[in-house]
Each structure stands twice: as structure tokens, then as C-alpha cells.
């Protein structure tokens, strides 16, 4: 069985509450969930994402701040029988698919989306297909944040 995913796309959900500075402070109730992080979206990889490794490093901080607190981190990925319309050899894929799908589904199940902004790569089949699943996803009602947006 092969496995690919659409692209990077990191999202915590849940109810936030911002402290005086606006800041956004991590709590029980919080959780992290990577979608599909996968190697295929690294330089060299089937589906690479334009600097797709950039985000590792600020994965890793995320996460890190959330085992600091013992919040549940929580990670996906597709999988797919050899001939999946999604891969290339088959015509192509449908760009943020996967995320966008996730977050359509966290908000109709009442949780709030913060899509860390600083940690998403699009594969970009099509010029500008990220920027648009970002610009609808937040028209869902996902809210961008960077890791600079969490309180210390």
C-alpha cells in the first residue's frame, strides 16, 4: 500500500483563550494535529513542496510546546492503493484536499482552527491553489497564527 498526502498543513483546534497581550495561551483542551507530514513533500520527494523541509524546524518547536504543557499532539496521513486518482501518474491530485477537509470537519464539530501559518507549504499543482485553500479555510472560519502568536 503507497502513501502520499496533499500537502503540509499543521492546525491545533480547540477553545483558545488570549491573556492580556493577545497572546494565544496553550491549555488542557488543546491539541496539535499535523496532517499528513510526509517525506514525499520534502525536496526530492514524489510530491515535493516548494522548501517543504522548512517547516520542520518550526514543527519541532510547536511541539515542543506542546509536550511542554503534556498536550495531545496528533498526527495523519493518507493512504492509497497503487492506481489512486491522487497521484500523479493518474492526473494529478487535488491540492490541500486533505486540509482543507480536516478543517472543514473540526469546524462543523464546533472546534475552533488556528492554522499555523509559519509551518504550511502547497504543493502549488496550480499557481496559487494554496493561497486559495488557506484564503477559504479561513473564510471557514480558521484562524492564522505564527509561533510568536503563543504565550511563553
Same mark, same amino acid.
Given at each position: ?25 496553550l491549555q488542557t483542551g488543546d491539541a496539535l494535529i ?18 517543504? +523541509? *522548512? ?7 510547536? !511541539?515542543? $510546546?506542546? %509536550?511542554? &504543557? @503534556?498536550?495531545?499532539?496528533? /498526527? ?16 494529478g491530485l487535488a491540492t490541500d484536499y486533505c486540509v482543507?477537509?480536516?478543517?472543514? +470537519? *473540526? ?7 488556528? !492554522?499555523? $501559518?509559519? %509551518?504550511? &507549504? @502547497?504543493?502549488?499543482?496550480? /499557481? ?20 510568536e502568536d503563543l504565550a511563553p
Amino acid at each position: 500500500m503507497l502513501w502520499e498526502a496533499l500537502e503540509f498543513r499543521f492546525l491545533s483546534r480547540a477553545v483558545r483563550h488570549m491573556n492580556s497581550s493577545s497572546s494565544i495561551r496553550l491549555q488542557t483542551g488543546d491539541a496539535l494535529i499535523a496532517v499528513d507530514v510526509q517525506n514525499d513533500f520534502l525536496p526530492g520527494g514524489s510530491l515535493a513542496a516548494p522548501e517543504g +523541509d *522548512a517547516v520542520v524546524p518550526v514543527l519541532n518547536r510547536y !511541539l515542543a $510546546a506542546f %509536550a511542554a &504543557r @503534556a498536550l495531545p499532539v496528533f /498526527a495523519t496521513r493518507d493512504w492509497h492503493p497503487p492506481n489512486h486518482c491522487s497521484f500523479k501518474a493518474q492526473g494529478g491530485l487535488a491540492t490541500d484536499y486533505c486540509v482543507l477537509n480536516t478543517v472543514r +470537519d *473540526a469546524l462543523a464539530e464546533g472546534f475552533e482552527v488556528l !492554522l499555523l $501559518a509559519d %509551518a504550511i &507549504r @502547497a504543493v502549488d499543482l496550480k /499557481a496559487g491553489d494554496g493561497a486559495r485553500a488557506q484564503g477559504e479555510m479561513q473564510k471557514l472560519g480558521a484562524r492564522p497564527i505564527r509561533y510568536e502568536d503563543l504565550a511563553p
